[in-house]
């Protein structure tokens, strides 16, 4: 049996498929190891990919060659574009997942990679020698060499399962869960945090009355997550919408000594974002309702999840919540709602490129890291998976700023604040969001996925080809000038639009909020037809123009402090004049650079200064004697 890989990953989640996809098509013998390979790429909560933030990261990870969003295509079974009556910053793509469906697709993705084995086993023990992790011990005591391991072992790390006032070791969907290998990183000196989420009960579809509730949808326009995706699903199934009420929310006072949460029984730290409903009750008691969505779990099952009512009250409690909604009243509970604690690492153990600053050559990503979210966990997996094969081949990392990406966002929040709760991306946590858009992702990260070698070249010429059109198309509308006639401003008056009195570059029309590309493609059609999204992207930079100068400006000033590097001589320790927390703080994260080191929390400007001074002079100012 074959015992040396270029890279092991451990654990077949959201995050461990990524990672193992990525290693293996850049080249990498990689060995995945997961506890059931039943349960790859399973959703052991939403059965849904995207949302705000969630849906832009998928399209990054397309964008860099990634998986997630092929999968989901092939696979989904309702597809919307949310907040469309926002700008294009905040649009987000949410796709309701077949999840049976979406597992066997990725499953076959990673059994049809070369490079890829998959193996049925428990890793319980890192190699270590000379300071470095060098392979894996599995339950069987088989030991398998490795150039790099990636750790995306998700809630398993000591999982407790918790409902009510009953509680036993399991990892989701009551999956055996990984003790030991936890113990094992304890030993090895990693700090650990443990950390709780949940997930609300299923229902039978034939016990619910949807006629007492509203329908959710899907959109008639064709959508995709992947830009490679030129075949679309038409046959939605629609999910639905009810709400909690008087009666729910008393059944939920009345039993609260009873939720594990409040009787003490969980002691991790919950996901603030998505709270649980009897959370939800105590936090936000002037509400008198919560929105409660049924979304199917597949084409080819019954089963109904119930999305916002995430609970680890008594079963015998989440059938009378259940009952209590308008066409709930007859509804039959086919899974139990549950809580799940377990541990994970302190992420500013970690360096931005997701290895381990403690033992080099382990790297983690997904939930052990303290994230939330399949998105999340997907995104960090295929960082990790880049980044472990460079080790491997002497290669630089590849670190996203927070410019480039949400991915970049989110590793850099990790690695730098850390998290005391299961962190979720948002939209509000990225400064640059106009520059990260929903349907910029190729843009800004294809050439990036292209030169690590995911990326094959014909879809790279495509790519550049799109560019090319756009930055054409926006330098034709900007040399084109139209007169003012009465065809134009007829034209112009139909769509709400002021009528022009003199000669008007057509980029500045475009510019109009009331009209768009098609409206001005009227007026002087493009030379060749113009793709939709070559289309929208004209559109968008023209419209955004003056903000996205804007952004771009402070990208320039944030870059300058990136490139500022902090040398690892550095004794945070030896700088007289900062303050006690800020050395504490910078000694632990240990800035790749001043931007960096700006960004942590309780080191403020002066802190800054004293450290630029301190390393100009060699490490002589400020220094104590």
Same mark, same amino acid.
């Given at each position: 049996m074959e015992t040396k890989y270029d890279v092991i990953v451990i654990g077949a989640g959201h995050a461990g498929c990524e990672a193992a996809l990525a290693s293996a098509r850049m080249g990498s013998s990689t060995l995945l190891l997961t506890l059931s390979l039943d349960m790859i790429a399973f959703m052991p909560c939403n059965p849904s990919v995207g949302g705000p933030a969630k849906g832009h990261v998928v399209r990054e990870i397309d964008a860099l060659g990634g998986q997630m969003a092929r999968t989901i295509d092939k696979t989904h079974i309702q597809m919307r574009m949310l907040n469309t009556g926002k700008g294009p910053a905040v649009y987000a793509l949410r796709a309701q997942a077949d999840k049976v469906l979406y597992q066997q697709e990725m499953k076959r993705a990673l059994e049809q990679e070369p490079n890829v084995i998959m193996q049925q086993n428990m890793v319980e023990e890192l190699i270590v020698e000379n300071g470095e992790c060098r392979g894996v011990v599995t339950r069987t005591g088989t030991r398998y060499e490795s150039k790099a391991v990636i750790l995306t072992t998700g809630t398993y790390l000591r999982g407790k399962v918790i409902i009510g006032d009953l509680a036993y070791e399991s990892g989701p969907n009551n999956q055996q869960p990984s003790i030991r290998l936890s113990e094992h990183l304890e030993t090895l000196g990693f700090d650990l945090v443990r950390f709780k989420t949940g997930t609300p009960p299923r229902v039978h579809a034939h016990t619910i009355d949807t006629s007492e509730m509203e329908i959710q949808p899907g959109d008639e326009v064709p959508r995709a997550f992947s830009y490679e995706t030129t075949e679309y699903i038409t046959d939605q199934l629609p999910c639905w919408l009810t709400y909690t009420n008087e009666q729910t929310h008393e059944t939920i006072q009345a039993n609260l000594h009873r939720a594990p949460m409040y009787s003490g029984v969980i002691e991790g730290t919950g996901p603030r974002y998505c709270p649980s409903i009897e959370d939800k009750i105590v936090r936000f008691a002037d509400k008198n309702r919560h929105q409660v969505f049924l979304e199917p779990e597949?084409? +080819?099952? #019954? @089963?109904? /999840?119930?999305?916002? *009512? =995430?609970? =680890? *009250?008594?079963?015998?409690?989440q059938l009378m919540m259940l009952r209590s909604m308008k066409g709930m009243e007859e509804v039959q509970m086919m899974r139990t709602g549950y809580a799940i604690e377990y541990d994970a690492v302190v992420p500013t153990q970690l360096w931005p490129s997701l290895e381990t600053k403690h033992l080099p050559n382990l790297f983690t990503a997904g939930q052990i890291n303290g994230t939330s979210g399949y998105e999340e966990a997907a995104g960090q997996g295929l960082m990790a998976g880049i980044n472990a094969v460079r080790k491997v081949q002497g290669k630089d990392p590849v670190i996203l700023d927070r410019s480039q990406g949400y991915i970049g966002v989110m590793i850099d929040d990790l690695v730098t604040k850390g998290t005391n709760e299961p962190y979720r991306l948002l939209t509000s946590r990225a400064e640059y969001r106009l520059l990260l858009r929903h349907d910029n992702a190729d843009m800004r990260l294809t050439d990036i996925g292209y030169e690590i070698g995911l990326i094959p070249q014909a879809r790279h010429q495509r790519f550049t080809k799109k560019r090319a059109q756009v930055e054409m198309e926006i330098e034709r509308l900007r040399r084109t000038i139209i007169k003012p006639s009465t065809e134009v401003n007829r034209l112009l008056e139909d769509r709400g639009s002021s009528p022009i009195s003199q000669a008007t570059e057509l980029a500045n029309l475009l510019r109009r909020p009331e009209l768009h590309y098609e409206n001005i493609a009227t007026l002087s059609p493009a030379p060749e037809k113009m793709d939709a999204e070559v289309a929208e992207q004209v559109e968008i930079q023209l419209k955004y123009e003056g903000y996205i100068k804007k952004s771009l400006q402070q990208v320039? &000033?944030?870059?300058?402090?990136?490139? &500022?590097?902090?040398?690892?001589?550095? #004794? /945070?320790? +030896?700088?007289?004049?900062?303050? =006690?927390?800020?050395? @504490?703080?910078l000694e632990q994260v240990r800035p790749l650079s001043f931007g960096q080191a700006a960004r942590i929390s309780g080191v403020n400007p002066a802190d800054i200064s004293i450290l630029l001074v301190h390393i100009e002079q060699g490490g002589k100012s400020f220094a104590k004697n």
């Open positions: 597949g084409r +080819n099952t #019954d @089963e109904i /999840y119930v999305q916002g *009512l =995430s609970t =680890s *009250l008594p079963e015998d409690v320039e &000033k944030m870059k300058r402090m990136e490139e &500022k590097r902090i040398p690892a001589w550095v #004794d /945070y320790h +030896n700088i007289h004049g900062i303050s =006690s927390e800020a050395r @504490e703080k």
